[in-house]
């Protein structure tokens, strides 16, 4: 077999996994898989029209992101949070991303970081009357860009470590508590406080934001 065809055989295989990846995925941050659902291969790779092999990489991406996790005798199944694992997750996302407008608020060209995040609530406004998974996706892209345009690696790796939980948290108390904090106001409140240049302002908006979306889906 010729270099060539090898690499051809790699991508394809490489798409069948993201493909996989996405669907399930989407399947679980959307509730269409509960959570608790045992994850059978079988089952999966034929619903999929993929590999066990294939499947099993998507899946160890998945275990890796927090949204599978591994029972007895190692079987899979979707990732079942509590209520305090939910609460962890905020304030460790709070302590994250009331950083990074910290880091944000300082910058001289916070006017034009501003607009760019003034852009992605635009973007989540945009999607206010669509499906659940894009204005979750809209939501994350928000907060991610936030992290992002700080510049700092550590920060932006750190947050992206805790997304798979985050999509997970998301989804805790059912469709329309995670759409009540999908609010267009309260995270143009963290915009505004950046874009005023008063840092310990916008890292209180941040906690404030964070705690507030908490309660939302732990009060429940």
């Known amino acids: ?19 996989a990846l996405t669907a399930l995925r989407r399947a679980i941050t959307t509730g269409a898989l509960t959570p608790g659902t045992h994850l059978v291969e079988t089952e999966l790779s ?18 890796q992101e927090g949204l599978i996790s591994a029972g007895a005798r190692g079987r899979l199944s979707v990732r079942h949070l509590d209520a305090k ?11 994250l991303e009331s950083l990074a407008a910290t880091l944000l608020a300082a910058r001289s060209d916070r006017a034009e970081t501003a607009q760019a995040l003034r852009r992605a609530v635009e973007d989540m406004d945009r999607w206010s009357a669509s499906n659940l998974e894009d204005r979750i996706e809209a939501d994350l892209r928000f907060h991610r860009t936030m992290c992002q345009l700080t510049g700092n690696e550590t920060l932006v790796h750190s947050w992206s470590s805790l997304e798979g939980s985050i999509r997970m948290s998301i989804m805790f108390a059912g469709v329309d508590r995670a759409l009540k904090n999908m609010d267009v106001h309260r995270h143009l409140a963290i915009v505004d406080a950046i ?26």
């Open 46 to 63: 034929e619903a999929l029209q993929i590999s066990r092999g294939t499947l099993r990489e998507a899946m160890r991406q998945l275990q």
């Open 1 to 19: 077999m010729s270099v060539e065809s090898t690499s051809l055989l790699r991508l394809e295989k490489t798409s069948l996994r993201e493909q």
């Open 85 to 95: 694992e939910i609460a962890d997750i905020f304030d460790v996302r709070a302590a």
């Open 195 to 220: 874009e005023a240049g008063d840092g310990t302002a916008a890292a209180a908006t941040v906690r404030e934001h964070m705690a507030g979306a908490a309660a939302v889906l732990i009060d429940a």
